[in-house]
T-cell receptor, first 116, second 116 residues
Framework: GNSVTQMEGPVTLSEEAFLTINCTYT??????LFWYVQYPGEGLQLLLK?????DKGSNKGFEATYRKETTSFHLEKGSVQVSDSAVYFC???????????????FGKGTLLTVNP | ETGVTQSPTHLIKTRGQQVTLRCSSQ?????VSWYQQALGQGPQFIFQ???????GRGNFPPRFSGLQFPNYSSELNVNALELDDSALYLC???????????????FGEGSRLTVL
């Protein structure tokens, strides 16, 4: 079945440091790929997405490129802020039989702490 | 535009009891999915409802059941609660007429269930 493997945390960085969180996936077909973020005490929010190979998703200074050849979707940010402290989840979508809608398969999440 | 809302936000039950969690989907969305997020883990797909019928199910036993109503809101019911059912239960909505289906889900803030 489909699966997502992401870098184990926790990750602790100083403000303005460079961030990379690795994510690789196993899937049949051509899933869409997502990064979701979960701030303390909140639900998940979509951070960025890419729907086909070589697409780059970007938002709030974060970027990730859909690499089909390496089955990867690594998250990067050039200069992190304290407010970026959260748990980051890599996910892929695949179809749910019988409908036109999708379910997400998530990685285990990576806790990022940014210190001032 | 009203987002996904869930109730209750927190609840405590004892083993063997039953629980009902509720979710209102985002305006315009006709599909509701439920996820279980254990502490320190990524969300796991429970099931999805579309047109008031279950439309795909993850690896959860039959004591996890649900409903979707004509207004697209949904309930998650869990019978014979076990200690391992303690988790954050997330509802997500998607789909709908005129809504581009890219696999993105919109999450509520969750219902945190503690089973003692």
């Amino acid at each position: 079945g489909n699966s997502v493997t992401q870098m184990e945390g926790p990750v602790t960085l100083s403000e303005e440091a460079f961030l990379t969180i690795n994510c690789t996936y196993t899937a049949t077909g051509y899933p869409s790929l997502f990064w979701y973020v979960q701030y303390p005490g909140e639900g998940l929010q979509l951070l960025l997405k890419a729907t086909k190979a070589d697409d780059k998703g970007s938002n709030k200074g974060f970027e990730a490129t859909y690499r089909k050849e390496t089955t990867s979707f690594h998250l990067e940010k050039g200069s992190v802020q304290v407010s970026d402290s959260a748990v980051y989840f890599c996910a892929l979508s695949d179809g749910v039989s019988g409908g036109s809608n999708y379910k997400l398969t998530f990685g285990k999440g990576t806790l990022l702490t940014v210190n001032p | 535009e009203t987002g996904v809302t869930q109730s209750p936000t927190h609840l405590i039950k004892t083993r063997g009891q039953q629980v009902t969690l509720r979710c209102s989907s985002q305006s315009g969305h006709n599909t509701v999915s439920w996820y279980q997020q254990a502490l320190g883990q990524g969300p796991q797909f429970i099931f999805q409802y579309y047109r008031e019928e279950e439309n795909g199910r993850g690896n959860f036993p039959p004591r996890f059941s649900g409903l979707q109503f004509p207004n697209y809101s949904s309930e998650l019911n869990v019978n014979a609660l076990e200690l391992d059912d303690s988790a954050l239960y997330l509802c997500a909505s998607s789909g709908g007429q005129g809504v581009m289906n890219t696999g993105e889900l919109f999450f509520g803030e969750g219902s945190r269930l503690t089973v003692l």
